[in-house]
């Protein structure tokens, strides 16, 4: 299987920046390069939601229309590591952050299309 594990979040003050990364492992995780990519989130009180995607051959890139603009998702050079960087955050962003994987998958925005899951990193945004 594939392990995937989230890092980067924090405490932030409005219109301030953040990098999340996402790594993975396992047994038969070699590189992020056959995998489309997404990132989730979770907010207080909230089902999870789509913040952003991106196909596995790199053609297609989606965004939720509130992070569209400031948060940007890509893929380290080495090919074990996928980022969300995010910037000009608001109070709106705080959420716990998940990443996600589907072996040669598009930039599917429906959690269901997605087969491996980190366990999240918090991102809290203070006013």
């Known amino acids: 299987q594939v392990h995937l594990v989230e890092s980067g979040g924090g405490l932030v003050q409005a219109g301030d920046s953040l990098r999340l990364s996402c790594v993975g492992s396992?047994?038969?995780?070699?590189?992020?390069?056959?995998?489309?990519v997404a990132w989730f989130r979770q907010a207080p009180g909230k089902k999870r939601a789509f913040v952003a995607s991106i196909s596995w051959n790199d053609d297609t890139t989606r965004y939720e229309d509130s992070v569209q603009g400031r948060f940007a998702i890509s893929r380290g050079s080495a090919g074990n590591a996928v980022y969300l960087q995010m910037d000009s955050l608001r109070p709106e962003d705080t959420a716990v952050y998940y990443c996600?994987?589907?072996?040669?998958?598009?930039?599917?925005?429906?959690?269901?299309?997605?087969?491996?899951w980190g366990q999240g990193t918090q991102v809290t945004v203070s006013s």
């Open positions: 396992g047994e038969y995780f070699r590189g992020f390069s056959s995998y489309a």
């Open positions: 996600a994987t589907d072996q040669y998958g598009g930039a599917w925005t429906t959690e269901t299309r997605y087969d491996h």
